[in-house]
């Protein structure tokens, strides 16, 4: 995904070509086509995107949130990272925070065309294609890294990365690792838990994934998500 010596970096729309295109994983494509044939009942009549899911949101953004993954019957369905897994899923859980937060201007995510626009923030999965059981394995985590290092070069302006849970987190310290960014002793994540390097000029801020299971036990809550977020706006350099 890096440039040869001498090239112009990539564009951000020809790194998201690339995400889309990509075959490096073969359990995980296969994984994808078959859900995307198989379908579930409630969208039996749908074409399924079925491929890898590049992130979106505003390229001049400050904050980059990243996510685990495409949910089977959600971005691997819609083609758009956190949307379409259901409403009051993760993907609305989401975006009605970042609503609050004054970073998106509706508080839903349900199709690619249903006009949400993300200000100041950038949104992608440290795995782009849909694992079985929502489980990537080690190495499947390792190879799409390569993405998103190839992404956020193409995000100028980028200040903050938000890790979704401990996966995600785990993921950005590993790209740090390859640009020779190690901290030790290694942070830990946590919810509202911050990493800075003084080699980067990136910080790392820990949330707990809006899943189902989380929002339904209230490991996560509203207010958990508005605190984090709040303090994170406010800390942004212009």
Same mark, same amino acid.
Do not use: E, Y
């Given at each position: 995904?890096?440039?040869?010596?001498?090239?112009?970096?990539?564009?951000?729309?020809?790194?998201?070509?690339?995400?889309?295109?990509?075959n490096r994983c073969g359990r995980l494509r296969r994984y994808c086509q078959d859900v995307g044939r198989v379908k579930k009942a409630a969208f039996r009549d749908e074409d399924y995107w079925a491929r890898p899911v590049p992130g979106f949101g505003d390229p001049d953004a400050r904050v980059l949130i990243l996510g685990l993954a495409p949910a089977a019957h959600g971005a691997n369905r819609t083609g758009r990272?956190?949307?379409?897994?259901?409403v009051g899923a993760s993907g609305d859980f989401l975006m009605a925070a970042l609503n609050r937060a004054g970073f998106a201007n509706i508080t839903t995510?349900?199709?690619?065309?249903?006009? %949400?626009? %993300?200000?100041?923030?950038y949104i992608a999965a440290a795995?782009?294609?849909?694992?079985p059981d929502n489980k990537p394995l080690p190495e499947e985590i390792d190879t799409c890294l390569d993405h998103l290092a190839a992404e956020v070069a193409c995000l100028p302006r980028l200040q903050v990365v938000v890790a979704l849970g401990k996966i995600a987190w785990d993921g950005w310290l590993?790209?740090?690792?390859?640009?020779?960014i190690v901290i030790r002793p290694k942070p830990q994540f946590a919810h509202g838990g911050v990493a800075r390097?003084?080699?980067?000029? %990136?910080?790392l801020v820990g949330m707990y994934h809006p899943s189902r299971q989380n929002t339904n036990t209230r490991t996560v809550t509203p207010q958990m998500y508005d605190t984090v977020l709040r303090t994170l706006r406010d800390s942004l350099r212009s």
């Open positions: 995904m890096s440039a040869r010596r001498g090239d112009r970096p990539p564009s951000l729309s020809a790194v998201q070509t690339a995400i889309i295109n990509c990272v956190f949307t379409g897994d259901g995510s349900q199709h690619p065309d249903d006009g %949400l626009k %993300l200000t100041d923030v795995v782009r294609c849909a694992p590993k790209v740090w690792a390859r640009q020779g390097s003084t080699h980067s000029t %990136l910080s």
